[in-house]
């Protein structure tokens, strides 16, 4: 397999790992606060509560390296 290819699989991998942790947190927090699921667009969303800002920004940060990773891997030679 390619490095490169690799290398952006290990990056999809483990920044989709990190997504999935900073969702988590959200919906903890979100249901807390709400008593229901969070907007499916809640990564675009912005809130008022800076304990739902921090995860929500973390993802947001780390959905273009996810998606540019994904791209590399699926498009590869």
């Known amino acids: 397999m390619n490095p490169v ?26 249901a807390e606060l709400h008593h229901r699921a969070p907007p499916a667009m809640w ?8 304990e739902l800002e921090r995860p929500r920004q973390t993802a947001l940060i780390l959905l273009p390296f996810f998606l540019v990773a994904l791209a590399v891997y699926l498009l590869r030679p």
Do not use: E, N
């Not at 290819?5 to 979100?30: D, E, M, N």
């Not at 990564?43 to 800076?50: C, G, L, R």
């Open 43 to 50: 990564m675009f969303q912005k809130t008022d509560d800076p």
């Open 5 to 30: 290819a690799l290398f952006a699989l290990l990056v999809a991998s483990t920044v989709a790992v990190a997504l999935w942790i900073q969702g988590r947190r959200y919906v903890r927090r979100y």
